[in-house]
């Protein structure tokens, strides 16, 4: 349906149920054929040009939802990464996502880890990445999102510096600074690019570390939602815990997943390079997760990994999403691709007699457990 959608309107196609303009699919092809994160840069400044898709906010009485407490014209978001220093807040609210998470930051500025750290894998449609939270500091970005329109819903990926004594503080301290201009933030400790992160995912350490974090949010003028990323590369006994502790610390919902540490059935000259494996291989993989996770908790879900088409979304909605992120396939789709998901999404909740995004959580769950 998200095809027929595109093609009513006289698009050109990337792939299924993705339109692109013609502008758009020539600078793709442009920023393809220089270093990826120099490209990413590019991009960036082109955003803030105005030099890419903005056509505002795509709702419709179907995508409309709720998450969390918070309420979403679509459940379509940016995942972080993309605007690690919070930058382009104000085109990228005008650029047809549901929501828009931030950073990660940290306390202090860091300049993350040697370059090159960011990969494609063409042939793959994903990438590798080793950045290790470069980003300009808590203070900075603070500052930034003090700026921020006020009519989108922006989250703040928190994160910690690499060489701190004491990395499970640092989460609470971003929140503390950053905590009065975000709608809801994000404990990522399952980045695989900072040593020992994530060791804190295990069940002492991560109850200790949500403590802290529920105790800031909680002391913040207007509380806001917290939720927490886990990695992929768990077994069922970590879901199991990870669940137990996101439901006694009081998380708001869980975010499935990050990168991966795998690299089963890759091409191309990248594949050996260490760090997160994002993109289109990650898709089931990231599903499975997410669908075991639903039979664990009763939390909201936000999926993420391999999405790149609206049936993708759709899927990670059935399998228990309340909501759904995108990033590595803007890569390959374009900025655009974030809307026309929205769009497409919305033509196969009604093709499948949906009245609500929330009438499809969870309907698919069995056919990924």
Not at 1 to 19: D, K, N, Q, T, Y
Not at 280 to 293: D, G, I, M
Not at 321 to 336: F, I, M, N
């Amino acid at each position: 349906m998200g095809a027929a959608f595109a093609a009513e309107r006289g698009h050109p196609r990337l792939s299924a149920g993705v339109a692109v303009s013609v502008l758009e699919r020539v600078g793709l092809s442009a920023l393809r054929r220089i270093d990826p994160e120099a490209a990413h840069t590019l991009a960036l400044r082109a955003l803030r040009a105005g030099l890419a898709p903005m056509p505002g906010p795509v709702t419709s009485p179907r995508l409309q939802t709720t998450l969390a407490g918070l309420t979403l014209p679509n459940p379509v978001g940016l995942a972080a990464g993309f605007d690690k220093n919070a930058e382009a807040l104000h085109p990228l609210s005008r650029a047809g996502f549901g929501f828009i998470e931030v950073g990660a930051a940290t306390p202090r500025a860091q300049p993350g880890n040697p370059k090159p750290r960011l990969f494609r894998l063409t042939r793959d449609k994903a990438a590798i990445n080793r950045f290790g939270f470069n980003n300009d500091g808590m203070d900075v970005i603070a500052a930034r999102l003090a700026k921020r329109p006020r009519d989108a819903v922006i989250g703040l990926n928190l994160g910690a510096n690499k060489d701190s004594p004491d990395k499970s503080a640092d989460f609470a301290t971003v929140l503390n600074t950053c905590g009065a201009h975000l709608d809801f933030a994000t404990v990522n400790v399952s980045s695989p690019n900072t040593e020992k992160l994530r060791d804190l995912q295990g069940p002492a350490a991560l109850s200790e570390l949500l403590n802290g974090v529920m105790r800031v949010r909680d002391a913040l003028a207007r509380p806001i939602p917290v939720f927490l990323k886990i990695a992929p590369d768990l077994t069922e006994n970590d879901l199991t815990d990870i669940a137990a502790v996101a439901g006694k610390t009081g998380v708001d919902a869980i975010i499935a997943t990050n990168t991966t540490l795998d690299r089963a059935g890759l091409h191309g000259p990248h594949v050996s390079e260490a760090g997160g494996l994002s993109g289109a291989p990650l898709f089931e993989k990231s599903t499975r997760v997410l669908a075991q996770l639903a039979t664990l908790s009763d939390l909201p879900l936000i999926g993420v990994g391999g999405i790149g088409s609206p049936d993708q979304a759709y899927a990670k909605i059935r399998a228990g999403a309340s909501a759904v992120q995108l990033y590595t396939a803007l890569v390959y789709g374009g900025l655009s691709l974030g809307a026309n998901i929205a769009r497409g999404l919305d033509e196969l909740l009604h093709r499948d007699g949906f009245d609500t995004v929330a009438d499809a959580v969870g309907t698919g769950k069995k056919e990924w457990t």
